[in-house]
């Protein structure tokens, strides 16, 4: 597994439960609690550092950090180079 030291924050009391950030995680890092109808934020190393969570959340719930000198990050950039 490759350490990114990459975090995703969230924060329980802003969260509504309307599930437009688990549904728009393409790589399913986001997956669904359906008692507590909230994200889990599930093997974070996946994220692909899309911002579509951060930027759909209309309450602000979500802050994605990624550590931009992470080897990972460095591989996701040379693939679309
Ligand atoms: S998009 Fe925001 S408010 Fe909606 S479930 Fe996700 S964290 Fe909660
Ligand atoms: S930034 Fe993109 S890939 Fe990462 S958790 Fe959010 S939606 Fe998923």
Redesign the pocket.
């Known amino acids: 597994m490759i350490n990114t030291n990459h975090r995703i924050e969230?924060?329980?009391e802003?969260?509504?439960?309307?599930?437009?950030?688990?549904k728009?995680c393409f790589v399913d890092v986001?997956r669904w609690d359906a008692e507590a109808?909230?994200?889990i934020f599930k093997y974070v190393e996946d994220c692909e550092h899309c911002f579509l969570?951060m930027a759909?959340?209309?309450?602000?719930?979500?802050t994605v950090v990624p550590n931009y000198g992470s080897e990972h990050m460095l591989q996701n950039f040379d693939k679309y180079r």
């Open positions: 969230f924060d329980p802003k969260c509504v439960g309307c599930q437009i950030c688990y728009s986001i109808k909230r994200p969570c759909l959340c209309k309450k602000e719930a979500i």
